[in-house]
């Protein structure tokens, strides 16, 4: 029993340090490197505590193919560092089985979640009674709160390894 419930604290963990994330990023649009170091660092005991045989080489391999993409995005100004290196440390956890599940939760989260500023943002601005323009395109958006939607659902996914390792 010991080694389910130590696997199950260390989802967690992860958990929580996901939301941190997020929180930070949504009160001062700054994720912690610590954040992504800490899941970087907890992700081998997942593998050791893993109720079935995690293939590690290749979870790096993706995380390091998410970490070239996203360092062109940030090269180009499209994307936060911060949140490149969130991405990157939870794409390690999600591996190929579950990488594109985690990258489409994000994605619809944020676009979710840039809807829902960008309509509040709008909405301030016509009840203010300054009559300035407003520059959507300025606005920013808390990423972090999207990877980590994406993120959760991954470790839920993780949380029910019969879901996405089946017995043969």
């Known amino acids: 029993m010991f080694p389910q419930l130590a696997y199950t604290y260390v ?3 992860a ?21 992504s170091l800490a899941l970087l660092v907890l992700f081998p005991v997942y593998v050791y505590l893993a109720p079935h045989t995690v293939r590690w080489g290749e979870h ?6 998410v ?22 440390a939870i794409s390690l956890w999600a591996g190929p ?10 994605a619809v989260s944020g676009g979710i979640l ?14 203010s009674k300054d009559a300035a323009p407003v520059s959507l395109a300025k606005t920013p958006i808390p990423y972090g ?3 980590a939607v994406g993120g ?16 043969v």
């Not at 958990?15 to 954040?35: E, G, H, K, Q």
């Not at 790096?60 to 193919?65: G, H, P, R």
């Not at 840039?114 to 009840?127: C, D, E, H, Q, Y």
């Open 60 to 65: 790096l391999l993706v995380m390091l193919v």
């Open 114 to 127: 840039s809807l829902g500023i960008g309509a509040s943002t709008l909405l301030r601005a016509k009840m």
């Open 97 to 106: 089985s579950l990488c594109l599940h985690f990258l489409f939760i994000t």
């Open 15 to 35: 958990a929580t340090i996901m939301v941190l994330a997020a929180l930070s990023d949504a009160a001062r649009f700054r994720i912690p490197n610590l954040a």
């Open 145 to 147: 709160v999207a990877i």
């Open 67 to 88: 970490l070239g993409c996203g360092y062109y995005l940030f090269a180009k100004n499209l994307a936060g560092a911060g949140d490149i290196k969130l991405i990157s």
């Open 11 to 13: 989802l967690v963990l």
């Open 152 to 167: 959760l659902c991954t470790l839920a996914l993780l949380s029910h390894p019969d879901l996405i390792h089946p017995a």
